[in-house]
């Protein structure tokens, strides 16, 4: 018989034992003009106590908004795997585009976005994901963040 154990830690909040950590991210991006000036920006948080483990503003040039939205999405899929490998990750976004390409619902035409999906993708290998399309009001923290990064021209974590 096998007796399995972990050399290394579990991640915080999460004992050695237990289910796998659910961690949240609430995704969304923008364009000034479409194209225009775009940003993603992305939240990550822990959904037993409500507190953010991570902001991201991810900068994208001049781009069309839907290039955006998937690049506030990987941004947040990104850290959130940083911070726990193990973890089930549920990714919640106002763009119905994003939702149901990702889910596979929705053929993707756009050669760019095609792209993008398939690296989403492989970032997602092997990580239990599931993605809700959530009314533009509800997605305030992670539009905040786009229209910040839209406004200073820049990436940026915290």
């Known amino acids: ?5 972990r050399v290394d830690p579990p991640a915080e909040g999460r004992p050695v034992d237990g289910p796998p950590r659910e961690l949240v ?3 969304d991006g923008g364009s000034r003009g479409n194209p225009g000036v775009a940003a ?9 106590t409500g507190k953010v483990l991570a902001e991201l503003g991810v900068y994208v040039g001049l781009t069309t908004n839907n290039v955006a939205e998937y690049s506030g999405m990987m ?3 990104k850290r959130a795997i940083e911070l726990d490998p193990d973890a089930v990750l549920h ?5 119905k585009l994003v ?9 993707i035409k756009n ?19 599931s993605f809700e399309w959530i009314p533009r009001e509800q997605n305030s923290r992670a ?8 406004d200073k021209r820049a990436s940026f974590s915290r």
Do not use: C
């Open 91 to 95: 990714v919640r976004l106002d763009s």
């Open 25 to 27: 991210i609430e995704a």
């Open 1 to 5: 018989m096998a007796v399995a154990f």
């Open 111 to 129: 050669a760019a976005l095609a792209e993008l999906a398939a690296e989403a993708r492989r970032i997602l290998s092997g990580t239990p994901v």
């Open 40 to 48: 993603g920006g992305s939240v990550v948080l822990d959904p037993v």
């Open 75 to 77: 941004a947040g899929v």
């Open 143 to 150: 539009d905040r963040l786009a229209n910040e990064s839209m």
């Open 99 to 107: 939702v149901e390409q990702m889910s596979g619902r929705w053929k």
